[in-house]
């Protein structure tokens, strides 16, 4: 997605939909190198040849893939729902809109004939840990004087976050666990890292 990296490596930009059916054929020559000997594939983007790769991964039959998708479109979805193994959406779906993206996700799932069950599923978050509302609104003002919003608009930004307090981010983590979610991605604020993992570890996690 990112057209900086392709402009310099001198690679051409295609698509979003081309790039997600180079994707998808992707997907199919990592397996074949992963589990065999000698791997020949025949795409419209990509060939091999008797194409060898050692050593082989220790998981056996191979690493899981996940995909990674920040608008979960129904390409995308339905890519993962055809060949991924784990699905991560981020970074911005409170729990209402992720479960709609989830019901998409059963569908296509259906249409494979795939129990969605078997597809691990992650949300990528932004996090803060405030010590209470208090801290928050005093942040959350500042950010609004800066930015030109209204508290009802910040809020709003930060449905699919885990801004707030610890009993507010421990909340919203079950609401999201409950839709079937096992794994996160968390993103602190900069040079507040070590302090917030130690935080989700020590007081957070604990009371999932």
């Given at each position: 997605w990112k057209k900086l990296e392709y402009d310099a490596y001198g690679i051409e930009y295609p698509s979003a939909s081309t790039r997600i059916k180079q994707l998808s054929e992707a997907i199919d020559i990592i397996r074949h190198l992963w589990t065999k000997e000698k791997a020949n594939y025949t795409g419209e983007f990509y060939r091999l040849k008797d194409a060898v790769s050692f050593p082989k991964p220790v998981q056996k039959p191979y690493p899981p893939i996940w995909l990674g998708t920040m608008e979960a479109k129904e390409k995308m979805l339905t890519l993962a729902a055809k060949k991924a193994d784990g699905l991560n959406i981020a970074w911005s779906f409170a729990p209402d809109v992720y479960q709609e993206k989830l019901e998409r996700i059963n569908q296509y799932c259906d249409r494979f004939d795939r129990d969605p069950r078997t597809?691990?599923?992650?949300?990528g978050v932004w996090a803060r840990?405030?010590?209470d509302e208090q801290e928050k609104n005093r942040v959350w003002q500042d950010i609004c004087d800066r930015r030109g919003f209204s508290m009802e608009e910040l809020a709003k930004r930060?449905?699919?976050s885990l801004h707030g307090t610890e009993e507010e981010i421990i909340e919203k983590i079950k609401q999201y666990h409950k839709l079937g979610i096992k794994h996160f991605i968390f993103m602190f604020p900069q040079h507040q890292e070590?302090?917030?993992?130690e935080i989700f570890k020590e007081r957070i996690l604990p009371r999932i």
């Open positions: 597809l691990m599923l992650s949300y840990v405030y010590r930060y449905e699919g070590i302090e917030s993992m």
